[in-house]
């Protein structure tokens, strides 16, 4: 960070961690003054009975509740207007919001359109939402979004064939309620997928020109934690220490990204996410060391930090030379994890890359980027993503 540089820090949304956590939501909805509540979550978390359990938790404690569970991966806008149509209907006054990134990014959008005109997609940008939203609860049942305390709904306008981010302070969640023994059932590729997704928000945010003490050091703590949990969380879903490492992990990195924005794996996220379906935090995954190995020139001190947190040995290195082993490091964990898929896995071709990179270049996320990219810079990674090498 340059001596002399201003920056701007707020984590307005109240964290509330513990195991069993859950039983308390019916406090937390009144504290808001909820009293009808829509519980927005996906398919998997209802067959999962996670949705049945949050609103017979509220049920039991009188408070009227809702679901609404027609939740895509990548969540279209078809489901804000739906979501918002049944909670109007039942006239809720709160949202709570549980599951993933893309049932939390709903709860969120809906929440915002209930006290504000037009659609959500009047609102595509950074801090063009005029008034705050219905309250938000946001219950995240896997770890790595961190959508429980970001400002930022991403979803698919499926009549324009991309995505789109609505980031405004109103879009933060009042509470997040962090419960490990939510996240125990998740099953191992999307632990791995989802894990891997909070080490890039993590990594890209420290990393980058946007970077400042607060999210520094939430950034590595986070780095850190996934260092040590990831692997466990993964191989032994039932490590209760585990899966709290990582849920914290992966909130301290939204917190973190949430002031600095990220970098080139997001930007080129996604374009691929919604042009080839491929999940968001496995894209991710496959993107990452290439982009860090292209990076690391440009901040060296940064990533050379990072490779230690990953447990690489670059005792007796210089930071230049330290900061060449951080992508390998990523590499490796991944590996360990289960994660050995392409691009090429899912359809991508030299063919495809400039409306990738088209689209890829007008994210936000180019400009605090270390090193700020050429087309040929973005074509050679995403070569690199499609052969596996970086």
């Known amino acids: 960070m340059l001596q002399g540089a201003s920056f701007s820090f707020n984590v307005p949304t109240i964290i509330e961690y513990g ?3 859950l039983a308390r939501l019916p406090d937390f909805v009144r504290q808001l003054g909820g009293k009808r509540v829509l519980v927005v979550g996906d398919p998997g978390v209802k067959a999962a009975g996670i949705v049945g359990r949050v609103t017979s938790t509220l049920e039991a404690a009188n408070i009227a509740a809702f679901a609404f569970t027609d939740v895509e991966s990548d969540p279209a806008v078809q489901s804000i207007t739906d979501g918002i149509a049944l909670a109007r209907d039942k006239s809720c006054d709160l949202i709570v ?14 929440g915002l359109m209930l006290r504000n005109a037009g659609t959500i997609r009047d609102y595509v940008g950074i801090g063009k939402v005029p008034h705050a939203g219905a309250p938000v609860i946001a219950i995240p049942t896997t770890a790595g979004t961190g959508s429980e305390l970001t ?11 991309v ?8 879009n933060l969640p009042r509470i997040g309620l962090l419960d490990p023994e939510l996240t125990v059932s998740l099953p191992a590729k999307f632990t791995a997928a989802t894990g891997m997704d909070a080490l890039t ?15 520094e050091a939430l950034a590595y703590q986070a780095i850190a934690l996934i260092h040590k949990s990831l692997r466990r969380a993964t191989h032994h879903g039932d490590d209760i220490d585990a899966r709290g490492d990582m849920l914290l992990a992966s909130a301290m ?3 973190a990204f949430n002031a600095t924005r990220l970098g080139l794996v997001h930007a080129f996220a996604l374009p691929l996410g919604n042009k080839f379906g491929i999940p968001h935090g496995l894209v991710n995954a496959i993107m990452l060391p290439a982009v860090m190995a292209y990076n690391a020139s440009a ?12 447990g690489h040995d670059v005792a007796g290195l210089s930071n230049s030379e330290a900061a060449n082993h951080a992508a390998q490091a990523v590499h490796v964990l991944r590996q360990d994890i289960g994660i050995t898929q392409t691009l090429a896995d899912f359809g ?3 063919a495809c890359f400039d409306a990738v990179i088209g689209e890829a270049m007008t994210s936000g996320n180019v400009a605090v980027n270390p090193r700020y990219p050429t087309a040929d810079d973005m074509a050679m990674l995403l070569s690199r993503g499609i052969d596996g090498t970086f």
């Open 253 to 255: 990195a939204g917190i």
């Open 348 to 350: 991508v071709t030299p």
């Open 299 to 310: 901040n060296p001190d940064a990533y050379a930090r990072v490779a230690a947190l990953l």
């Open 163 to 170: 995505k789109i981010s609505i980031g405004s302070v109103h």
């Open 19 to 21: 195991r069993g956590n």
């Open 201 to 215: 928000h993590a990594i890209e945010s420290c990393v980058n020109k946007a970077n400042q003490p607060f999210t």
């Open 97 to 110: 919001g549980v599951g993933g990134g893309s049932a939390l990014d709903t709860a969120k959008a809906i």
């Open 151 to 161: 400002i930022w709904s991403v979803l698919s306008d499926t009549d324009a064939d």
